[in-house]
């Protein structure tokens, strides 16, 4: 199975750093990479890393993974409690998918307490900061070890 993981972010988190920091924090997504890239040197991971305001680019990315990707681990942004397309293209995916939040969703308004994307994730982080994605890409190193599946 393949050790390169996407790391998929959704709209606005290219704000991050910026975008109302006593709930994101003031990291911004270059920290976050920079992080990410230095986790899963130590996992012997692969990552390729991307943001996108725009759907279709995730979804897009998603169809590429099917062919290079032993994993996803994906904050869906706002994109999380509306869309059934990158839920659809998930399921099209085969390996294991683990959602990560930077805000715990299930504290905040009530429309953030639904996930589209948690009817396929193997695993979901909520609230951890941005330290949920090492932890991300942590428990995605131990699921590629056991050569786990995804998708149902
Ligand atoms: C988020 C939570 C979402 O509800 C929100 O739309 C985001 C970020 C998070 O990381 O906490 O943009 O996914």
New binding site residues.
């Given amino acids: 199975m393949s050790r390169l993981v996407l790391v998929l972010n959704?709209?606005?988190?290219n704000l991050l750093g910026r975008r109302q920091p006593a709930?994101?924090g003031r990291e911004t997504l270059a920290d976050i990479e920079a992080a990410c890239r230095r986790e899963a040197e130590d996992l012997g991971l692969g990552i390729r890393f991307h943001q996108s305001n725009r759907e279709y680019e995730i979804i897009d990315w998603i169809h590429e993974g099917r062919e290079v990707a032993g994993g996803i681990v994906i904050?869906?942004?706002?994109f999380?409690?509306t869309s059934v397309a990158i839920l659809d293209a998930l399921n099209a995916f085969e390996g294991p998918v683990i959602e990560?939040?930077?805000?715990n969703?299930h504290k905040?308004e009530a429309f953030?307490h639904h996930s589209y994307v948690s009817l396929r994730a193997d695993g979901v982080i909520?609230g951890l900061g941005t330290q949920g994605y090492g932890l991300a890409l942590r428990r995605m190193a131990a699921l590629l070890d056991e050569g786990a599946g995804g998708a149902s």
């Fill in positions: 959704g709209p606005n988190l709930i994101y904050n869906p942004a706002a999380t409690h990560v939040h930077i805000s969703v905040r953030r909520a």
